[in-house]
């Protein structure tokens, strides 16, 4: 995975680089990770640390699987919860139109017919996490539940919701007893102390860009609106809007934090049939009527491995990281490239919304990765290394490269 590693932080331009990178995988002969750049840059004065293995990222939206639709799973194989249960049972305001209709499965999957994004925060300002949850209940729908696929981050946030419901737990003490518990993860919400994690951006220039400019979301708020944004490099706290500013850093579609080696421990277990039930993993591994590449939480993908073919559930985030695993094989592919750090900049001191056409696009860092476990699983006596040899490796081809990354980055 070492080349992966070299690959991801070669993406982009001059200016866009990540800043950071790390690619793990898991196969029948065993786990490896790799790992280079910066979990923090170095900066006037201030000497870099360095990305490594036990670094927790900012999973962003990979949070959708590795905890609510994983805890989900766990609900539904002890009998707590259906996938056909409508969601109005565990949320008293999500009240209107069409929503009498709407199950869990519909929010899983994308096709509850709710708005793609909606910052909760220009609303919440002040209010507690609960009035953020309430505002989010009562977002109109736009399309009937189960015709369309539109990708949402407000049903995965009400996914989260129902399971603090069922649960009675927060999401976080859910998912630490249900999953990461259980499987000896160090996965958890945040914040998490900043010196054990990457950076994930520069700042909230991203977000702050599309409420300035209104896409690719129209929203009917102004920047200036919200005074809560973050001027400095996010790091241990959640980088996504809403689970930071309105959802107290715990929230059902943002805001886990894990190493590599936690999601391929998780991804091992979803699909190796004591964890969760393998009727109820292929339950969730059904690809939904009106989106096919959409499975219950997860997305799905078709690949090759040794001639056969493989389908592949995933899920990427938004700050770069993505995680995924084989049906048929039992392949576990995990890591990321930090893309909005020391690429991102501040917030624009002229209040316009920044360029971010430079970023390099989380589509790019999944194919590197996928396309290195594909290889790493097909030839595995010529890739799966002893972990002290790869770590020095790394840390020689950090050391050659750090020339090229200069504070005016910053």
């Not at 750049?37 to 699987?65: F, I, Y």
């Not at 909606?118 to 507690?128: D, F, R």
């Not at 091992?268 to 039930?277: E, K, L, S, T, Y």
Request: proline share 7%; aromatic share 6%.
């Amino acid at each position: 995975m070492l080349a992966a590693v070299g690959r991801l932080l070669a993406l982009g331009r001059a200016g866009s680089h990540p800043a950071s990178a790390i690619a793990g995988v898991r196969t029948a002969a065993g786990a490896t990770i790799a790992e280079g750049g910066w979990a923090r840059l170095p900066a006037a004065g201030q000497p870099g640390e360095p990305m490594t293995s036990q670094t927790l990222l900012d999973l962003a939206s990979v949070t959708k699987v590795a905890a609510t639709t994983t805890l989900i799973m766990r609900l539904v194989a002890d009998g707590q919860l259906g996938l056909q249960t409508p969601a109005r049972r565990f949320l008293p305001s999500f009240t209107g139109p069409g929503k009498d209709e709407i199950t869990v499965e519909h929010l899983l999957t994308h096709t509850a017919g709710l708005p793609a994004w909606w910052p909760l925060y220009c609303e919440a300002n002040g209010g507690s996490r609960d009035v953020a949850l309430e505002r989010a209940q009562r977002l109109p729908i736009a399309s009937r539940p189960g015709t369309a696929w539109r990708y949402s981050d407000l049903g995965l946030i009400l996914a989260g919701r129902i399971v603090e419901q069922v649960t009675t737990l927060g999401l976080a003490d859910a998912f630490r007893r249900l999953v990461a518990e259980p499987l000896g993860l160090a996965a958890r919400y945040g914040p998490v102390p900043a010196a054990r994690a990457a950076a994930s951006a520069d700042s909230d220039a991203y977000e702050f860009g599309m409420i300035a400019s209104g896409r690719p979301y129209p929203v009917p708020f102004t920047a200036g609106q919200f005074p809560g944004w973050r001027n400095r490099p996010l790091r241990g706290e959640v980088n996504d809007g809403n689970a930071a500013h309105a959802l107290g850093g715990v929230a059902g579609h943002a805001g886990l934090f894990a190493t590599v080696g936690d999601l391929l421990r998780l991804g091992a277990a979803v699909r190796g049939g004591d964890f969760i039930p393998a009727p109820v993993l292929a339950r969730f591994t059904t690809p939904v009527a009106v989106h096919p590449e959409q499975a219950v939480g997860f997305r799905r993908a078709a690949a090759r491995l040794d001639g056969a073919a493989l389908t592949v559930l995933y899920h990427g985030g938004f700050t770069g990281t993505y995680f995924a695993f084989g049906l048929e094989d039992e392949l576990v592919v995990a890591g990321g490239a930090m893309r909005l750090y020391g690429t991102l900049g501040p917030l624009p001191a002229d209040g316009r919304p920044a360029d971010v056409s430079h970023l390099v696009a989380g589509g790019d860092i999944q194919s590197v990765l996928l396309e290195a476990a594909l290889l790493e699983a097909t030839v595995p006596e010529a890739s799966v290394l002893d972990a002290t040899v790869l770590d020095a490796t790394v840390r020689a081809a950090e050391r050659a490269s750090t020339p090229a990354t200069t504070a005016e980055e910053l």
